[in-house]
């Protein structure tokens, strides 16, 4: 399998082009908004250092299989758009998706096999499950959800809270969602309450709480390393590879490999 890898000077680039060395894993190319930003040891010497502007060429040229993307929103729609048009398998974990980015990962999907998780650890995995089914067995217990991430974090909510909340509702019905409280706010009947804490170098880390009157339950992931996400997303790309063009699912990726 011959990979590339966009946001090559990112957080979660740099680890992914780590993670792929420690498992031998091809990484024919590391693409970057800026390609000067790029450390050059932070990729194997074999694989070419390219700007994301030459992205469409360099994927026919170099024969890739699968592009693995931690990015942001806009650049995430324009790699879809590469990778459609050159026949290119994408595997994404970039959050802070609106409508219009996820219909242009449907369009890609059109033609590529497109795997989006917003968590590619097995253990958040997990965590959906149970709390789809804490939510259902404790149905009149308020909700409430916390996360913390690192300073540099864009987004808020994350990514992997949004798809939390929609665990609740799937069990539940939908319910009116609170992003934080101030003043006179008193709890309403059937509100999630959201709460993003930003600070110092927090991989991840959420919490959902779910209170009786008279309990608390709280279901908590902690990502230790960030290592844990880039093994999750290279898992994915080996199950994509070869695959035929629609949307798939890290639950997928799982259920297989379990
Ligand atoms: N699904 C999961 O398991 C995980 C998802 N994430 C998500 O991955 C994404 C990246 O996270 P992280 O690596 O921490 O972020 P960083 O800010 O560290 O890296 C993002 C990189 O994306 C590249 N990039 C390309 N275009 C843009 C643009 N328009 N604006 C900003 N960056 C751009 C840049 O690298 P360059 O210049 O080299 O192209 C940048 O360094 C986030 O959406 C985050 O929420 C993070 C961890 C786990
Ligand atoms: O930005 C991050 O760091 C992370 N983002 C993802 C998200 O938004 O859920 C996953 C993980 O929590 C780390």
Do not use: Q
Request: charged share 25%; with cysteine.
């Amino acid at each position: 399998m011959r990979l590339a890898v966009t946001g090559a000077s990112g957080r979660m680039g740099g680890e992914v082009l780590a993670a792929a060395a420690d498992r031998d894993a091809s990484v024919v190319l590391a693409v970057s908004s800026d390609a000067d930003t790029v450390d050059p040891t932070s990729a194997e010497a074999d694989t070419e250092i390219v700007a994301d502007a030459d992205l469409p060429a360099a994927l026919a040229a170099h024969e890739v299989d699968v592009l693995v993307d931690f990015t942001a929103p806009a650049a995430l729609a324009d790699y879809a758009a590469a990778c459609a048009d050159a026949g290119v398998a994408l595997v994404t974990g970039t959050t802070g998706l609106t409508d219009e980015h996820r219909a242009a990962l449907a369009d890609a999907a059109d033609s590529v096999p497109v795997l989006h998780a917003p968590n590619f650890s097995k253990g958040v995995a997990v965590l959906h499950r149970l709390v789809g089914d804490a939510a259902a067995a404790l149905a009149d217990y308020d909700v409430e959800l916390v996360e913390a991430h690192h300073d540099g974090k864009t987004d808020a909510p994350s990514g992997t809270a949004l798809s939390l909340l929609d665990a609740v509702d799937d069990a539940r019905g939908e319910s009116p969602r609170v992003h934080g409280r101030e003043g006179e706010a008193p709890r309403r009947e059937g509100e999630i309450g959201v709460h993003a804490v930003r600070a110092g170098d927090v991989t991840g880390m959420h919490e959902v709480w779910l209170a009786g009157g008279r309990e608390e339950l709280r279901l908590t992931h902690r990502a230790e390393s960030r290592r844990v996400f880039a093994e999750g997303a290279l898992d994915a790309a080996a199950w994509l590879a070869g695959r035929d063009a629609g949307e798939y699912s890290f639950a997928e990726v799982l259920e297989v490999g379990a």
